[in-house]
């Protein structure tokens, strides 16, 4: 059967995984208020509990959950299914608020270089070289 201490260390894992959860759920009411400083996630409270679920979660033997009371490993797999899945929606909500900024700075650039641009002559040579504003760097790989 199971040892005696199996089951404290599922419902550890639990217990972390439901306020994770809740963390990033509010983050991402938090995200979609248009109010990024008021997310959870960067709390050193809950970037603490981030790491220690991370460390729980790697030294998890699957045996101990197969092991566990029927009710116990239900439980354990619902929350383990749901806090897959808003850390999924999470790390979506993030990536388009990351393109939205990226591309709200690539436009500004774009339009300062063209503002400061100088006019261009119709002569037989240039009066200027034309060379970017530097208002403002990107960088394009991110």
């Given amino acids: 059967m199971n040892a005696p201490n199996d089951d404290p260390k599922i419902e550890r894992l639990i ?10 759920e509010k983050d991402i009411a938090a995200l979609k208020a248009g109010q ?10 809950i970037q603490t509990l981030t790491a220690q679920y991370g460390r729980e979660a790697r030294n998890f033997d699957i045996r101990l959950a197969k092991s566990a009371p029927m009710a116990l490993r239900a439980k354990f797999v619902a929350i383990t299914t749901k806090f897959r899945e808003v850390l999924q929606l ?12 990226e591309g709200m700075v ?24 034309a060379q970017p504003s ?3 760097l990107f960088n394009r790989v991110v």
């Fill in 90 to 101: 999470h790390a979506r909500m993030l990536t388009r608020v990351k393109n939205a900024s």
């Fill in 106 to 129: 690539q436009a500004i650039a774009r339009e300062v270089e063209r503002i400061n641009a100088p006019t261009k002559t119709y002569g037989p040579r240039l009066t200027a070289q």
């Fill in 134 to 136: 530097g208002a403002m």
């Fill in 36 to 45: 990024p400083s008021s997310m959870v996630s960067t709390d050193p409270e």
């Fill in 15 to 24: 217990a972390m995984a439901e306020r994770l959860t809740q963390a990033l």
